[in-house]
């Protein structure tokens, strides 16, 4: 590496010193918090690959769990792990985990939603290596077959059931929800691109007019003018399947069919992480920043605190994950990348990069845990209380002597690093050889950074701000080096672009 030792590791990780040299970029600011939750993530990240009788996978939670498939994989997480593992270096286990999904006899890639085929174009645009995109194209296309064969409604949109989102006894409900919809929108986008790379011109024109479809659907179905919010809307075939899975457990609210929920949830910002909206929806961005909205010192929450169902933690006798108010840090990941995006490909006005830190700020500092003693450690698990930061979903267990109490533990289910390279340090990734920096850190936040052996299209770049130089004696201002040679730098915080040759 070119500016970044093993002796900028941490201490707690180097007895693994050779797998993080030779597999991840490395990191350096100066807020402390940020700089030690970035390598407690790739720690977490490491202890999740398995290799198992068909390759390396990636799993969820560390110890078993019953609703696991095979080698103890949930395919709700596969994309935020395909989303933070596009920047490890070794490339390895993540071709194994894509054709697991698809090939792996007993796997299960639509037990839950997911965004596949956008997460594994996601992927490319980091490797810049089409090869394995194209051999799972038909898998793919199978794939999205299979979802609208079991969740297209009549009105033209995929309705799923709350708990089929990894999102149990929501507000909003079952219905055709933003996520479902979100998800295909994006994946026929990337099957679209990916049958454009395979020269198959026919399926990319047939997977973009579906893209369309949707895109129309969602904006003139569950965008509420009234809320200015993407919502769910209730039909027949959601409800009956939401009746039927909640059969001993019901909770309130309960919905008609025909019209949309009360409230607004997390998962309406989803549209804008596959860029599904056109430009007149962004003011539905004031609810982040807004109190009653989901705005809170360890959040955002899952929904508006507004809502008289708002409820941030369950109770003794409820599910012990509850997302009717929680910090749940899937949605927390999924929402940075819809700001980022909103924030680099809209014209508005309602929120700004301030914003973005400030999300991800919250994020950082809900990624620890209090113990008995006092002390203060890294932490990852599956639901935090938003105005506390405390992790409900295990205290709950543990208030309940369950068995698997500690099975939240370096959970697995979301994205932080993603954001730190892609959205804060702005490494866009594209299908073509530019390389396009567009930091979001605010101007004077830090004086100083350096992500270093970023792989990137078969090149290791260095990203590298130094206020006055004097950190790193490399010169001033921003600055990206690519295979250890400076290729371009400019004196402030800004836009960068090089064309890699």
């Not at 956008?118 to 490319?124: E, K, M, V």
């Not at 073509?432 to 270093?452: A, H, K, N, S, V």
Request: glycine share 6%.
């Amino acid at each position: 590496m070119l500016i970044l030792s093993a002796d900028h590791l941490p201490v707690p990780y180097r007895e693994n010193a050779d797998w993080f040299l030779h597999s991840i970029p490395f990191f350096e600011c100066p807020d402390p918090s940020f700089q030690k939750i970035y390598y407690f993530r790739w720690d977490v990240y490491r202890k999740h690959i398995k290799h198992t009788p068909e390759g390396y996978v990636v799993t969820e939670f560390l110890p078993a769990v019953s609703w696991a498939g095979i080698y103890n994989t949930i395919n709700a997480t596969a994309c935020h792990h395909l989303y933070e593992g596009r920047w490890l270096r070794t490339h390895e286990y993540l071709d194994d985990y894509a054709r697991f999904w698809f090939h792996a006899k007993g796997a299960t890639p639509r037990l839950y939603s997911a965004w596949l085929a956008d997460a594994l174009y996601a992927r490319f645009l980091v490797t810049g290596d089409a090869e394995l995109l194209i051999t799972l194209l038909d898998d793919l296309v199978h794939n999205y077959t299979c979802w609208e064969r079991e969740h297209l409604d009549a009105n033209g949109l995929f309705w799923q059931c709350d708990d089929r989102d990894g999102m149990e006894y929501q507000i909003s409900g079952s219905g055709c929800r933003p996520t479902i919809n979100s998800y295909m929108f994006g994946d026929a986008v990337a099957i679209a691109r990916i049958a454009e790379l395979a020269g198959r011109a026919e399926l990319a024109a047939t997977y973009m007019a579906k893209a369309a479809s949707i895109k129309a659907l969602v904006q003139e179905h569950l965008w509420d003018p009234q809320a200015q919010f993407f919502k769910t809307l209730p039909t027949e075939t959601a409800l009956e399947a939401h009746r039927t899975f909640y059969a001993d457990h019901p909770m309130e609210p309960h919905y008609a069919a025909g019209k949309l929920v009360d409230v607004r949830e997390i998962q309406g910002y989803l549209p804008w992480y596959f860029l599904l909206p056109d430009t007149g929806y962004e003011a539905a961005w004031l609810q982040l920043r807004d109190s009653q909205g989901f705005a809170a010192p360890y959040g955002p929450s899952t929904a508006e605190r507004r809502h008289p169902y708002w409820w941030p933690a369950p109770t003794l006798y409820q599910h012990d994950c509850l997302w009717r108010g929680s910090s749940w840090p899937f949605a927390t990941s999924q929402t940075l990348t819809a700001l980022a995006n909103l924030l680099n490909a809209y014209q508005q006005s309602y929120v700004s990069a301030h914003d973005y830190f400030t999300l991800l700020q919250g994020y950082v500092h809900t990624q620890y845990l209090r113990q008995q003693d006092g002390s203060v450690i890294p932490w990852i698990d599956e639901s935090a209380h938003p105005d506390t930061g405390a992790w409900v979903t295990r205290e709950t267990l543990y208030e309940r002597g369950s068995k698997d109490k500690d099975r939240g533990r370096d959970y697995n289910h979301s994205t932080f690093v993603d954001h730190i390279i892609s959205g804060l340090l702005g490494l866009r990734p594209r299908q073509d050889d530019m390389i396009e920096l567009r930091p979001l850190l605010p101007q004077g936040t830090w004086d100083y950074f350096c992500l270093d052996g970023v792989c990137y299209h078969g090149h290791l770049l260095t990203i590298l701000y130094d206020h006055d130089g004097s950190h790193y004696e490399k010169g001033s201002g921003f600055q990206l080096f690519v295979d250890g040679k400076l290729a371009v730098t400019r004196s402030d915080l800004g836009t960068l672009q090089l064309i890699l040759t």
